[in-house]
């Protein structure tokens, strides 16, 4: 399968406690994208990269969030000290970047936070 | 920053009926506008764009409408059938401002 990967595709924890997702994107694209989706509505911007740069963080991001691309190739998105509001889908896309904008969705980790 | 809003959220229709789905966007500089389609419990698909620089797309029995006027986009499927049933959402991006802006979302149930 040569789309975009995310691992975990579940996750459950406890409140307070730190988790860490992973996504790959697809092979040479360079533009990496976070989302948070909620049950009912349409995803909501996280973070970007460029390669290994973090062009934006939204202010959904909280302190408490951190994200990383450190060679440009996979992400990580983590979560430290999480809250039950924390519980969503968190979805991974990739694009090309330059000249293309089509941004293609990785399968989403599920996190639930009791 | 952007606001999409997708009317209805809730759509039902006969198979082979068409289906119509309106977005509006409140940023005129806003130039992208894919449509992504989402099973339940998948990935939102892309099904669909089209560029601010284009008033009508096509492919097969999907097409999309775009008034950069009235800052608005509608995707409408033809000839419908049960396996269009899903999640359809609507989302705009910013020109070198790649961020989507996705709408809520319209459910739509095909009935055969």
């Known amino acids: 399968d040569t789309g975009v990967s995310q691992d975990p595709r579940h996750k459950i924890t406890k409140r307070g406690q730190n988790v860490t997702f992973r996504c790959d994107p697809i092979s040479e694209h360079n533009r990496l994208y976070w989302y948070r989706q909620t049950l009912g509505q349409g995803p909501e911007f996280l973070t970007y990269f460029q390669n290994e740069a973090q062009l934006e963080k939204s202010r959904l991001l909280s302190d408490r969030f951190s994200a990383e691309r450190p060679k440009g190739s996979f992400s990580t998105l983590e979560i430290q000290r999480t809250e039950q509001g924390d519980s969503a889908m968190y979805l991974c896309?990739?694009?090309?970047?330059?000249?293309?904008?089509?941004?293609?969705f990785g399968p989403g980790t599920r996190l639930t936070v009791t | 920053g952007e606001n999409v809003e997708q009317h209805p959220s809730t759509l039902s229709v006969q198979e082979g009926d068409s289906a119509v789905i309106k977005c509006t966007y409140s940023?005129?500089?806003?130039?992208?506008f894919p449509w992504y389609k989402q099973e339940l419990g998948k990935r939102p698909q892309l099904i669909i764009d089209?560029?601010?620089?284009?008033g009508e797309k096509k492919d097969q029995r999907i097409a999309v409408t775009l008034n950069k006027t009235a800052k608005h986009f509608s995707l409408h499927i033809t000839e419908t059938q049960p396996e269009d049933s899903a999640v359809y959402f609507c989302a705009a991006s910013l020109y070198n401002d790649y961020k989507l802006s996705f709408g809520a979302g319209t459910t739509v149930t095909v009935r055969a």
């Open positions: 940023d005129s500089a806003s130039n992208y």
């Open positions: 089209i560029r601010s620089n284009v």
């Open positions: 896309a990739s694009s090309p970047g330059t000249g293309g904008y089509e941004q293609y």
